[in-house]
T-cell receptor, first 114, second 113 residues
Framework: EPEVTQTPSHQVTQMGQEVILRCVPI?????FYWYRQILGQKVEFLVS????????KSEIFDDQFSVERPDGSNFTLKIRSTKLEDSAMYFC????????????FGPGTRLLVL | GDSVTQMEGPVTLSEEAFLTINCTYT??????LFWYVQYPGEGLQLLLK?????DKGSNKGFEATYRKETTSFHLEKGSVQVSDSAVYFC????????????FGTGTRLTIIP
């Protein structure tokens, strides 16, 4: 069964450093998402991406964040200058279309900012 | 805005016990409702969904009914197994043009033999 994959599974970085989280969505999916979950808190929406552009973003997704689909398979989330409060589990998801269609999630990348 | 309120955890049950995890929502339109499950070390997996009022989603012995009058989508299972131990997330998707999922806090379920 096709699945969403994410790398790395864990990342430790120093405050102020740039990190890139990588995702490979399911191959025939057209909509891509990033969510995050700070330890002990809700899973929060960050951004959705369709047709090579951001279709919606939350207030969390400020200028420090960017997303990119650099080729036909990868979908990346970049945090330009990490802060302590960026420490969280980051989930990538993809779906065939938007709305009621199921979003399929990857296993997550646990980011720790020191 | 949209929100999901989920039963606080953790929940610990004995094997073969009856399970209910409560979920209520607030939304401006008529959302689709989902239950996702996260097994240890894995990502979120869709467990079941319902897209309109009175729909019942079911999978792996779990059920949830979309109740518009009480804005609820409670998860139930008649007889839980040790393998059901996981974190369960209730979520909604507003079909009014937004694509994002809004999640509840998650409920950690532990089943003891």
């Amino acid at each position: 069964e096709p699945e969403v994959t994410q790398t790395p599974s864990h990342q430790v970085t120093q405050m102020g450093q740039e990190v890139i989280l990588r995702c490979v969505p399911i191959s025939n999916h057209l909509y891509f998402y990033w969510y995050r979950q700070i330890l002990g808190q809700k899973v929060e929406f960050l951004v959705s991406f369709y047709n090579n552009e951001i279709s919606e973003k939350s207030e969390i997704f400020d200028d420090q964040f960017s997303v990119e689909r650099p080729d036909g398979s990868n979908f990346t989330l970049k945090i330009r200058s990490t802060k302590l409060e960026d420490s969280a589990m980051y989930f990538c998801a993809s779906s065939v279309s938007s709305g009621i269609e199921t979003q399929y999630f990857g296993p997550g990348t646990r980011l720790l900012v020191l | 805005g949209d929100s999901v309120t989920q039963m606080e955890g953790p929940v610990t049950l004995s094997e073969e016990a009856f399970l209910t995890i409560n979920c209520t929502y607030t939304a401006t339109g008529y959302p689709s409702l989902f239950w996702y499950v996260q097994y240890p070390g894995e990502g979120l997996q869709l467990l079941l969904k319902a897209t309109k009022a009175d729909d019942k989603g079911s999978n792996k012995g779990f059920e949830a009914t979309y109740r518009k009058e009480t804005t609820s989508f409670h998860l139930e299972k008649g007889s839980v197994q040790v393998s059901d131990s996981a974190v369960y997330f209730c979520a909604l998707s507003d079909p009014g043009g937004n694509e994002k999922l809004t999640f509840g806090t998650g409920t950690r379920l532990t089943i003891i033999p």
